[in-house]
T-cell receptor, first 112, second 118 residues
């Protein structure tokens, strides 16, 4: 089955800095990679996703890059703000198993 | 659109009792719902896939007789934790996809249920 590794587990940055979270996956058939943000005690919410036919996708301060050859994808947050503080999960899924496999999560702390 | 509602948000129960958690798709029909369990500072662990009108599919290591799942309608799935024990204390979250969406589409999560067993 799919195995998703996520790093780092904790990331602390100053407001205005950039933050990068990296994930690797094992199943070369995986072709959908969503990122979810979960604030404390709340539900995970999709912030951005990418499909395997695209190498990069951007939405304002958030971008995701995908390297299919290396089987890794990354979340980039620029100009971080305190409200970006949350746990971020990456996930990967394929047509063979339509249920996404989640990474262990990254706790992002943005200091004002 | 695609709102998933979960109740209760939190529940405290005594050891040995059973607790039912409801997951509803408010503005769409969900033939499949997913139940996750999340320990503090850990990832979302899939417990089972709930299928409307048929038996749930449980992940390896999840006791189906302890975590009873019923998906009796296209908008409601329930998870019952039977004979709860303190080690069952956790955050339980359900999710579903918008109807007609393929595997490469996002999940919509419920707001989660914090279960504390004393």
């Amino acid at each position: 089955g799919e195995n998703v590794e996520q790093h780092p587990s904790t990331l602390s940055v100053q407001e205005g800095d950039s933050a990068v979270i990296k994930c690797t996956y094992s199943d070369s058939a995986s072709n959908y990679f969503p990122w979810y943000k979960q604030e404390l005690g709340k539900r995970p919410q999709l912030i951005i996703d990418i499909r395997s036919n695209v190498g990069e996708k951007k939405d304002q301060r958030i971008a995701v890059t995908l390297n299919k050859t290396a089987k890794h994808f990354s979340l980039h947050i620029t100009e971080t703000q305190p409200e970006d503080s949350a746990v971020y999960f990456c996930a990967a899924s394929s047509g063979g198993s339509y249920i996404p496999t989640f990474g262990r999560g990254t706790s992002l702390i943005v200091h004002p | 659109g695609a709102v998933v509602s979960q109740h209760p948000s939190w529940v405290i129960c005594k050891s040995g009792t059973s607790v039912k958690i409801e997951c509803r798709s408010l503005d769409f029909q969900a033939t499949t719902m997913f139940w996750y369990r999340q320990f503090p500072k850990q990832s979302l662990m899939l417990m089972a896939t709930s299928n409307e009108g048929s038996k749930a599919t449980y992940e390896q290591g999840v006791e189906k007789d302890k975590f009873l799942i019923n998906h009796a309608s296209l908008t409601l799935s329930t998870l019952t934790v039977t004979s709860a024990h303190p080690e069952d204390s956790s955050f339980y979250i359900c999710s579903a996809r918008s109807p007609g969406q393929p595997y490469n589409s996002p999940l919509h999560f419920g707001n989660g249920t914090r279960l504390t067993v004393t």
